[in-house]
């Protein structure tokens, strides 16, 4: 399935995204604010886009002129996400390459998928949270619509081997019919 917004292209991950992807994923301020560490090999982006980016509902975000992956966004259901439990609910997650901060692009690419989520999917909310200290992912949250709801204190971070402290927000179909 791919979707359109004004600027972007949302596509699956393809293998051959690999070297794009490696590209942006070993960039050492990108993953670990979100939680994931910097990627060490074009290698190592393919496995990811195998057995992550394939996932259902997961995205390519890509800018229209190109169709060149710049980051990633998804939304993630059952035992995909351990911030709900509802089959009727899910979870947002996105990163987006360094050079493309501060130009609005993942607000328009989340925007587009609950947009889905809602209006296609049917869902009755979507979670979304951020750790501690990755302002860019709160602005993002708060931009969109999420309202917060809880922090957590001790969220262990596998793929880092760390604790940290994480801030869940929630965006209803209520709240986003409001918003529309």
Known sequence: MIRTTE???LRPWREEDAAELYLYAKDPLVGPPAGWPPHESEEE????IRSVLSAPETYAVCLKEDEKPIGSIGLKFGAATDLTERTDECELG???ARPFWGQGLIPEAAHELLRHAFDTLGV???WCGYYDGNEKSRRVQEKLGFVFHHTTEEVEVPLLGEVRRGHVSLLTRTDWEDLK
């Open 124 to 126: 009755k909310a979507v």
């Open 7 to 9: 600027r972007l292209l």
């Open 45 to 48: 982006s393919l496995a990811v």
């Open 94 to 96: 996105y990163w987006i």
